[in-house]
């Protein structure tokens, strides 16, 4: 298996849980590929906005999100216990509708 997403429907909004790529198969466009996978199956689904958090710290991820079309809504200040003490997750949303 070379990932895996894991994301809830309710009514017209998705969020995505969890996203990840097996290290022997990263940086080869995978993640892009999941993703637009998901996303087309979610506009199947007559779903309008997919919701995600990450890492202030995952540049590599945040740009991918970007490059998807989505936006920064907020920040969680503080939200993941990291090394160095605790770090910010940014909410991010993908309108589909």
């Known amino acids: 298996m070379a990932g895996f997403a894991i994301t809830q429907i309710v009514l017209d909004e998705a969020t995505l849980f969890n996203i990840a790529i097996a290290p022997q198969h990263q940086r080869q466009g995978y993640g892009r590929l999941l993703l637009e996978h998901l996303i087309e199956q979610l506009e199947t689904r007559d779903v309008v906005t997919l919701w995600l ?27 993941y216990p990291s090394a160095n003490g605790r770090e910010d997750a940014i909410m991010m949303a993908l309108p589909l509708a």
Do not use: P, Q
Not at 59 to 79: P, Q, T, W
């Open 53 to 79: 958090e990450v890492r202030a710290s995952n540049a590599r991820a945040i740009a991918l999100y970007d490059s998807l079309g989505f936006n920064e809504v907020s920040v969680r200040r503080n939200y």
